[in-house]
């Protein structure tokens, strides 16, 4: 929970989030920030499209199980043979 803003401005430095307004004080938004953000991404065409092709690349890299499953083995392989 308390790690989800500095998730969210990552995925802002790295090109596949914006950041919604937030309260100053306290760092609350309100479903009206939400709709803002929303709607800032679907109307504003060439930043819609850039966050959807890097979110595209993540995919790839992300959403491949196989590649995943090497790389967790030879962590874990590199762990065994190192400590």
């Known amino acids: 929970m308390f790690d989800q803003g500095l998730n969210a401005r ?3 430095d790295r090109g596949i989030g ?3 307004d937030r309260d100053e004080t ?3 938004f309100t479903g009206w920030d939400i709709a803002k953000g929303l709607q800032l991404v679907m109307v ?3 930043l819609g499209e850039e966050l959807r092709c890097k979110g595209q690349e993540y995919k790839r890299i992300f959403g491949d199980e196989e590649m995943n499953q090497r790389c967790v083995t030879r962590f874990l392989e590199y762990l065994s ?3």
């Open 26 to 28: 306290d760092g609350s």
């Open 10 to 12: 990552d995925m802002v």
């Open 81 to 83: 043979d190192n400590t």
């Open 44 to 46: 504003e065409k060439e």
């Open 18 to 20: 914006i950041e919604v």
